[in-house]
Protein backbone atom coordinates (compact mmCIF):
# COMPACT_ATOMS: atom_id res chain seq x y z
CA UNK A 1 0.00 0.00 0.00
CA UNK A 2 1.29 3.95 -0.96
CA UNK A 3 0.42 7.10 -0.68
CA UNK A 4 0.99 10.52 -2.42
CA UNK A 5 -0.59 13.37 -1.07
CA UNK A 6 2.48 16.29 -1.54
CA UNK A 7 3.62 16.72 -5.15
CA UNK A 8 7.02 16.71 -4.51
CA UNK A 9 8.40 20.18 -5.15
CA UNK A 10 11.42 20.83 -7.58
CA UNK A 11 12.89 23.81 -5.14
CA UNK A 12 13.85 22.18 -2.18
CA UNK A 13 15.99 18.62 -1.80
CA UNK A 14 13.93 15.55 -1.52
CA UNK A 15 15.65 12.55 -0.14
CA UNK A 16 14.26 8.80 -0.55
CA UNK A 17 15.40 6.18 1.88
CA UNK A 18 14.66 3.00 0.82
CA UNK A 19 15.34 -0.47 1.68
CA UNK A 20 13.89 0.14 5.04
CA UNK A 21 13.01 -3.29 6.75
CA UNK A 22 10.06 -2.23 8.24
CA UNK A 23 8.57 1.07 9.05
CA UNK A 24 6.24 1.88 11.67
CA UNK A 25 3.65 4.78 10.41
CA UNK A 26 2.00 4.73 13.22
CA UNK A 27 -0.96 5.44 10.86
CA UNK A 28 -3.53 2.91 10.34
CA UNK A 29 -4.28 3.50 7.31
CA UNK A 30 -1.18 2.15 6.06
CA UNK A 31 0.18 -1.00 5.88
CA UNK A 32 -0.94 -3.77 7.99
CA UNK A 33 -3.81 -1.69 9.30
CA UNK A 34 -2.92 -2.07 12.83
CA UNK A 35 -2.47 1.15 15.03
CA UNK A 36 1.41 1.70 14.24
CA UNK A 37 0.63 0.80 10.24
CA UNK A 38 3.53 -1.26 9.96
CA UNK A 39 4.79 -1.18 6.42
CA UNK A 40 7.19 -4.20 5.03
CA UNK A 41 10.22 -3.40 2.32
CA UNK A 42 9.30 0.43 3.17
CA UNK A 43 10.50 3.55 1.65
CA UNK A 44 10.30 7.46 3.02
CA UNK A 45 10.78 10.91 0.76
CA UNK A 46 11.46 13.25 2.71
CA UNK A 47 11.26 16.95 1.16
CA UNK A 48 12.55 19.89 3.68
CA UNK A 49 11.79 19.28 7.16
CA UNK A 50 8.72 17.68 6.34
CA UNK A 51 7.85 13.73 4.70
CA UNK A 52 6.50 13.99 1.59
CA UNK A 53 5.91 9.98 0.47
CA UNK A 54 5.57 6.78 2.82
CA UNK A 55 4.98 3.40 1.04
CA UNK A 56 6.44 0.09 -0.50
CA UNK A 57 9.98 1.06 -1.90
CA UNK A 58 9.18 -0.87 -5.23
CA UNK A 59 6.31 1.88 -5.52
CA UNK A 60 8.82 4.85 -4.35
CA UNK A 61 9.11 8.52 -6.63
CA UNK A 62 12.59 9.72 -7.74
CA UNK A 63 14.24 12.03 -5.79
CA UNK A 64 17.43 14.35 -5.52
CA UNK A 65 18.82 12.27 -3.04
CA UNK A 66 19.01 8.22 -2.19
CA UNK A 67 19.93 6.71 0.85
CA UNK A 68 19.80 2.67 1.10
CA UNK A 69 18.55 1.73 4.47
CA UNK A 70 20.66 -1.48 3.90
CA UNK A 71 17.17 -3.45 5.50
CA UNK A 72 17.21 -1.63 9.07
CA UNK A 73 13.78 -0.84 10.67
CA UNK A 74 12.37 2.33 10.87
CA UNK A 75 10.27 4.38 13.32
CA UNK A 76 9.39 7.87 14.38
CA UNK A 77 11.26 9.59 16.34
CA UNK A 78 10.77 9.49 20.05
CA UNK A 79 8.58 12.01 22.24
CA UNK A 80 9.31 11.73 24.94
CA UNK A 81 7.17 14.40 26.74
CA UNK A 82 8.33 14.26 30.37
CA UNK A 83 11.71 15.14 31.84
CA UNK A 84 13.31 17.88 34.23
CA UNK A 85 16.88 18.58 32.45
CA UNK A 86 17.06 22.22 33.96
CA UNK A 87 19.53 21.06 37.14
CA UNK A 88 22.93 20.82 38.46
CA UNK A 89 24.70 18.41 40.81
CA UNK A 90 24.57 14.82 41.62
CA UNK A 91 22.62 12.33 43.29
CA UNK A 92 24.66 9.08 43.09
CA UNK A 93 24.83 8.75 46.94
CA UNK A 94 21.37 8.50 47.18
CA UNK A 95 21.07 6.13 44.64
CA UNK A 96 23.48 3.89 45.73
CA UNK A 97 21.96 4.22 49.45
CA UNK A 98 18.13 3.57 48.42
CA UNK A 99 19.69 0.53 46.10
CA UNK A 100 20.83 -0.41 49.83
CA UNK A 101 17.48 -0.57 51.23
CA UNK A 102 16.47 2.97 51.77
CA UNK A 103 12.79 4.09 50.59
CA UNK A 104 12.56 7.26 48.13
CA UNK A 105 10.67 10.36 49.26
CA UNK A 106 9.51 13.62 47.41
CA UNK A 107 12.54 15.51 49.76
CA UNK A 108 15.14 14.08 47.97
CA UNK A 109 14.28 16.84 45.23
CA UNK A 110 15.72 19.64 47.58
CA UNK A 111 19.16 18.04 47.14
CA UNK A 112 19.08 19.03 43.61
CA UNK A 113 17.34 22.18 44.42
CA UNK A 114 20.35 23.52 46.36
CA UNK A 115 22.67 22.46 43.76
CA UNK A 116 21.18 24.02 40.73
CA UNK A 117 20.52 27.51 43.13
CA UNK A 118 24.38 27.88 43.30
CA UNK A 119 25.06 27.06 39.78
CA UNK A 120 25.59 29.53 37.22
CA UNK A 121 23.21 30.02 33.73
CA UNK A 122 26.23 28.21 32.08
CA UNK A 123 26.19 25.20 33.65
CA UNK A 124 22.54 24.80 33.55
CA UNK A 125 22.69 25.25 30.10
CA UNK A 126 25.62 23.31 29.37
CA UNK A 127 23.38 20.29 31.41
CA UNK A 128 20.55 21.29 29.35
CA UNK A 129 22.68 20.60 25.91
CA UNK A 130 24.09 17.61 27.05
CA UNK A 131 21.19 15.54 27.67
CA UNK A 132 19.36 16.42 25.12
CA UNK A 133 22.31 15.69 22.74
CA UNK A 134 22.00 12.23 24.94
CA UNK A 135 18.76 11.97 23.98
CA UNK A 136 18.85 12.45 20.55
CA UNK A 137 21.44 9.90 20.13
CA UNK A 138 18.44 6.92 21.62
CA UNK A 139 16.39 8.74 18.91
CA UNK A 140 14.55 11.39 20.65
CA UNK A 141 13.60 13.98 18.84
CA UNK A 142 11.32 15.82 20.41
CA UNK A 143 11.56 16.30 24.12
CA UNK A 144 10.06 17.89 26.73
CA UNK A 145 11.47 19.74 30.09
CA UNK A 146 10.44 21.54 33.18
CA UNK A 147 11.36 24.31 35.46
CA UNK A 148 11.01 23.12 38.96
CA UNK A 149 14.63 23.09 40.86
CA UNK A 150 14.99 26.42 41.45
CA UNK A 151 11.71 27.61 43.51
CA UNK A 152 12.45 31.39 43.89
CA UNK A 153 11.30 34.04 41.32
CA UNK A 154 14.82 34.42 39.69
CA UNK A 155 15.70 30.75 39.69
CA UNK A 156 12.42 29.41 38.16
CA UNK A 157 12.17 32.19 35.54
CA UNK A 158 15.97 31.06 34.85
CA UNK A 159 15.15 27.88 34.40
CA UNK A 160 11.96 28.41 31.39
CA UNK A 161 14.34 30.37 29.95
CA UNK A 162 17.07 28.21 29.26
CA UNK A 163 14.86 25.37 28.50
CA UNK A 164 13.13 27.48 26.16
CA UNK A 165 16.71 27.61 24.31
CA UNK A 166 16.71 24.40 23.69
CA UNK A 167 13.06 23.10 23.04
CA UNK A 168 9.71 24.31 22.46
CA UNK A 169 7.96 22.25 25.15
CA UNK A 170 8.97 24.02 28.33
CA UNK A 171 6.52 23.58 31.55
CA UNK A 172 6.57 25.63 34.80
CA UNK A 173 6.51 23.52 37.60
CA UNK A 174 7.47 25.98 39.92
CA UNK A 175 4.89 23.39 42.32
CA UNK A 176 7.45 20.37 42.52
CA UNK A 177 8.15 21.23 45.72
CA UNK A 178 7.78 23.31 48.90
CA UNK A 179 11.55 24.90 49.34
CA UNK A 180 12.49 24.42 52.55
CA UNK A 181 12.31 28.13 53.65
CA UNK A 182 8.23 27.85 53.20
CA UNK A 183 8.32 24.64 55.05
CA UNK A 184 5.97 26.77 58.01
CA UNK A 185 3.72 28.40 55.35
CA UNK A 186 2.83 26.33 52.24
CA UNK A 187 0.01 28.80 51.67
CA UNK A 188 2.37 31.51 50.99
CA UNK A 189 4.60 29.33 48.68
CA UNK A 190 1.23 28.71 46.79
CA UNK A 191 0.43 32.58 46.77
CA UNK A 192 3.89 32.93 45.00
CA UNK A 193 3.90 30.48 42.93
CA UNK A 194 0.06 31.31 41.55
CA UNK A 195 1.65 35.03 41.63
CA UNK A 196 4.90 36.54 40.84
CA UNK A 197 6.61 33.40 40.11
CA UNK A 198 3.61 32.69 37.41
CA UNK A 199 4.25 36.11 36.21
CA UNK A 200 7.74 35.59 35.50
CA UNK A 201 7.24 32.04 34.26
CA UNK A 202 4.87 32.49 31.71
CA UNK A 203 6.22 34.22 28.76
CA UNK A 204 8.81 31.14 28.48
CA UNK A 205 6.72 27.83 29.01
CA UNK A 206 3.67 26.28 27.44
CA UNK A 207 2.81 24.24 30.13
CA UNK A 208 2.19 24.34 33.82
CA UNK A 209 2.61 21.45 36.06
CA UNK A 210 2.24 20.28 39.57
CA UNK A 211 3.93 17.73 41.97
CA UNK A 212 0.32 16.41 43.39
CA UNK A 213 1.61 14.35 46.18
CA UNK A 214 1.81 13.60 49.79
CA UNK A 215 4.47 15.79 51.06
CA UNK A 216 4.42 17.62 47.63
CA UNK A 217 0.72 19.58 46.76
CA UNK A 218 -2.66 18.64 48.03
CA UNK A 219 -5.60 18.66 45.59
CA UNK A 220 -7.17 21.86 46.91
CA UNK A 221 -3.31 23.30 46.01
CA UNK A 222 -3.44 21.60 42.73
CA UNK A 223 -6.38 22.69 41.57
CA UNK A 224 -5.41 26.93 42.59
CA UNK A 225 -2.11 26.41 40.93
CA UNK A 226 -3.44 24.62 37.69
CA UNK A 227 -6.00 27.28 37.64
CA UNK A 228 -4.07 30.42 37.92
CA UNK A 229 -1.87 29.26 34.70
CA UNK A 230 -4.48 28.46 32.33
CA UNK A 231 -5.57 31.92 33.27
CA UNK A 232 -2.02 32.91 32.27
CA UNK A 233 -2.59 30.94 28.58
CA UNK A 234 -0.26 27.95 30.36
CA UNK A 235 -1.86 24.74 29.43
CA UNK A 236 -1.98 21.36 32.64
CA UNK A 237 -0.02 18.68 33.07
CA UNK A 238 0.15 17.00 36.34
CA UNK A 239 2.49 14.61 38.12
CA UNK A 240 -0.43 12.32 39.55
CA UNK A 241 -0.51 9.22 41.54
CA UNK A 242 3.23 8.41 42.33
CA UNK A 243 3.73 7.08 45.41
CA UNK A 244 0.39 7.15 46.51
CA UNK A 245 -3.41 7.02 45.75
CA UNK A 246 -4.89 10.68 45.47
CA UNK A 247 -6.53 13.28 43.67
CA UNK A 248 -4.41 13.99 40.69
CA UNK A 249 -5.93 12.12 38.38
CA UNK A 250 -9.24 13.00 38.62
CA UNK A 251 -7.87 16.24 38.75
CA UNK A 252 -6.17 16.23 35.39
CA UNK A 253 -8.78 15.12 34.24
CA UNK A 254 -11.67 17.24 35.50
CA UNK A 255 -9.34 20.43 34.23
CA UNK A 256 -8.56 19.12 30.62
CA UNK A 257 -5.44 18.66 31.44
CA UNK A 258 -2.72 17.03 28.38
CA UNK A 259 -1.64 14.64 30.46
CA UNK A 260 -1.66 12.62 33.85
CA UNK A 261 1.90 11.67 34.39
CA UNK A 262 3.02 8.19 36.48
CA UNK A 263 -0.24 7.19 37.34
CA UNK A 264 1.11 4.19 39.55
CA UNK A 265 -1.28 4.06 41.95
CA UNK A 266 -4.60 4.30 40.73
CA UNK A 267 -8.12 3.31 41.91
CA UNK A 268 -10.87 1.97 39.39
CA UNK A 269 -12.58 5.84 39.48
CA UNK A 270 -9.07 7.20 38.21
CA UNK A 271 -8.62 4.15 35.30
CA UNK A 272 -12.31 5.26 34.52
CA UNK A 273 -11.75 9.20 34.08
CA UNK A 274 -8.60 8.04 32.08
CA UNK A 275 -10.48 6.24 29.50
CA UNK A 276 -13.40 8.15 28.88
CA UNK A 277 -11.37 12.16 29.70
CA UNK A 278 -9.32 14.02 27.29
CA UNK A 279 -6.18 13.30 29.53
CA UNK A 280 -3.19 11.17 28.01
CA UNK A 281 -1.92 8.46 30.82
CA UNK A 282 1.69 9.07 30.64
CA UNK A 283 4.31 6.44 32.32
CA UNK A 284 7.16 6.65 33.46
CA UNK A 285 8.91 2.97 34.17
CA UNK A 286 12.57 4.49 34.41
CA UNK A 287 11.13 6.32 38.04
CA UNK A 288 9.82 2.93 39.62
CA UNK A 289 12.76 0.94 37.80
CA UNK A 290 15.23 3.60 40.13
CA UNK A 291 12.79 3.50 43.31
CA UNK A 292 12.47 -0.08 43.02
CA UNK A 293 8.32 0.86 43.20
CA UNK A 294 5.66 -1.05 41.65
CA UNK A 295 5.13 -0.69 38.12
CA UNK A 296 2.18 1.34 36.63
CA UNK A 297 -0.31 -1.29 35.33
CA UNK A 298 -0.10 -0.14 31.73
CA UNK A 299 -2.36 -3.32 30.47
CA UNK A 300 -5.42 -1.88 32.77
CA UNK A 301 -5.01 1.49 31.31
CA UNK A 302 -4.79 -0.10 27.84
CA UNK A 303 -7.51 -2.40 28.37
CA UNK A 304 -10.35 0.04 29.81
CA UNK A 305 -9.23 2.12 27.00
CA UNK A 306 -6.82 4.79 28.00
CA UNK A 307 -4.38 6.82 25.80
CA UNK A 308 -1.05 5.38 27.36
CA UNK A 309 2.62 7.68 26.30
CA UNK A 310 5.88 6.34 27.45
CA UNK A 311 8.78 8.91 28.77
CA UNK A 312 11.72 9.29 30.54
CA UNK A 313 11.15 11.15 33.32
CA UNK A 314 14.67 11.86 33.05
CA UNK A 315 16.19 13.50 36.16
CA UNK A 316 19.40 13.28 38.54
CA UNK A 317 16.55 12.02 41.65
CA UNK A 318 14.59 9.04 40.62
CA UNK A 319 14.47 8.30 36.87
CA UNK A 320 18.46 8.80 35.67
CA UNK A 321 17.84 7.87 32.28
CA UNK A 322 17.69 10.05 28.73
CA UNK A 323 16.69 6.95 26.88
CA UNK A 324 13.35 5.89 25.70
CA UNK A 325 14.91 2.36 24.25
CA UNK A 326 15.24 1.59 27.92
CA UNK A 327 11.63 2.77 29.16
CA UNK A 328 10.28 0.26 26.01
CA UNK A 329 11.78 -2.64 27.32
CA UNK A 330 10.87 -2.12 30.52
CA UNK A 331 6.92 -1.02 29.54
CA UNK A 332 6.75 -4.91 27.17
CA UNK A 333 8.55 -6.78 30.00
CA UNK A 334 6.69 -5.32 33.36
CA UNK A 335 3.86 -3.31 32.54
CA UNK A 336 1.95 -5.67 30.20
CA UNK A 337 2.27 -3.79 26.87
CA UNK A 338 3.27 -5.21 23.88
CA UNK A 339 5.73 -3.97 21.20
CA UNK A 340 3.65 -2.61 19.42
CA UNK A 341 1.98 -0.71 22.09
CA UNK A 342 4.91 0.57 23.84
CA UNK A 343 6.88 1.95 20.50
CA UNK A 344 2.88 3.65 19.81
CA UNK A 345 3.13 4.95 22.99
CA UNK A 346 6.85 6.19 23.09
CA UNK A 347 5.82 8.36 19.62
CA UNK A 348 2.24 8.77 19.18
CA UNK A 349 1.18 8.64 22.42
CA UNK A 350 4.27 11.33 23.52
CA UNK A 351 3.23 13.41 20.89
CA UNK A 352 -0.46 12.97 22.24
CA UNK A 353 0.56 14.10 25.63
CA UNK A 354 1.96 17.13 23.88
CA UNK A 355 -1.29 17.77 21.70
CA UNK A 356 0.72 18.14 18.72
CA UNK A 357 -0.14 16.65 15.29
CA UNK A 358 3.15 17.13 13.74
CA UNK A 359 4.90 14.39 15.41
CA UNK A 360 5.09 10.73 16.84
CA UNK A 361 4.15 9.71 13.30
CA UNK A 362 5.53 9.28 9.85
CA UNK A 363 2.93 9.94 7.18
CA UNK A 364 2.90 12.97 4.73
CA UNK A 365 2.87 16.30 6.08
CA UNK A 366 4.91 15.31 9.37
CA UNK A 367 7.58 16.89 10.43
CA UNK A 368 10.53 14.31 9.75
CA UNK A 369 11.84 13.19 12.45
CA UNK A 370 12.62 9.02 11.39
CA UNK A 371 15.11 6.46 13.27
CA UNK A 372 16.82 4.25 11.54
CA UNK A 373 17.18 1.02 13.78
CA UNK A 374 20.45 -1.44 12.99
CA UNK A 375 17.50 -4.48 13.63
CA UNK A 376 14.94 -5.76 10.93
CA UNK A 377 12.26 -4.84 13.36
CA UNK A 378 10.91 -2.38 16.10
CA UNK A 379 10.38 -5.10 18.48
CA UNK A 380 14.28 -5.58 18.76
CA UNK A 381 13.98 -2.52 21.21
CA UNK A 382 12.51 -4.51 23.76
CA UNK A 383 13.82 -8.06 22.32
CA UNK A 384 17.65 -6.66 22.92
CA UNK A 385 17.25 -4.70 25.89
CA UNK A 386 20.16 -2.28 27.14
CA UNK A 387 21.75 -2.58 23.32
CA UNK A 388 22.24 0.98 21.57
CA UNK A 389 20.27 -0.07 18.22
CA UNK A 390 19.89 3.59 16.96
CA UNK A 391 21.80 3.84 13.81
CA UNK A 392 20.58 6.94 12.38
CA UNK A 393 18.49 10.29 13.57
CA UNK A 394 16.69 12.96 10.53
CA UNK A 395 15.13 15.58 12.79
CA UNK A 396 13.10 18.31 10.80
CA UNK A 397 14.85 16.58 7.74
CA UNK A 398 18.13 16.86 8.34
CA UNK A 399 20.33 13.60 9.07
CA UNK A 400 22.22 14.60 12.35
CA UNK A 401 24.29 11.56 12.54
ZN1 LIG B 1 8.66 14.28 36.70
Known amino acids: MSITTTTIAASTTSTLITNIASLVTNDSSLGDGTPI ?21 RKAPATDNAVDAGGRAAVPGFVDSHSHLVFAGDRTQEFNARMSGRAYSAGGIRTTVAATRAA ?27 SGYGLTVQDEARAVRIACDHTDEVTYLGAHIVPPEYADDPAAYVALVTGEML ?6 ARWIDVFCEQGAFDGD ?5 LTAGLARGLQPRVHANQLSYGPGVRLAVELGAA ?4 CTHLTDADVDALAHGDTVATLLPGAEFSTRADWPDARRLLDAGATVALSTDCN ?10 FCIAL ?9 DEAIWSATAGGAAALRRQDIGRVTPGTRADLVLLDAPSHVHLAYRPGVPLVSSVWRGGTRMF
Open 259 to 262: SADH
Open 120 to 146: SDAELAANVARYLAEALRQGTTTLETK
Open 221 to 225: QARAI
Open 199 to 204: DACAPY
Open 331 to 339: AVRDMGMTP
Open 316 to 325: PGSSFTSSVP
Open 37 to 57: GLIQDAAVVIDGDRIAWVGET
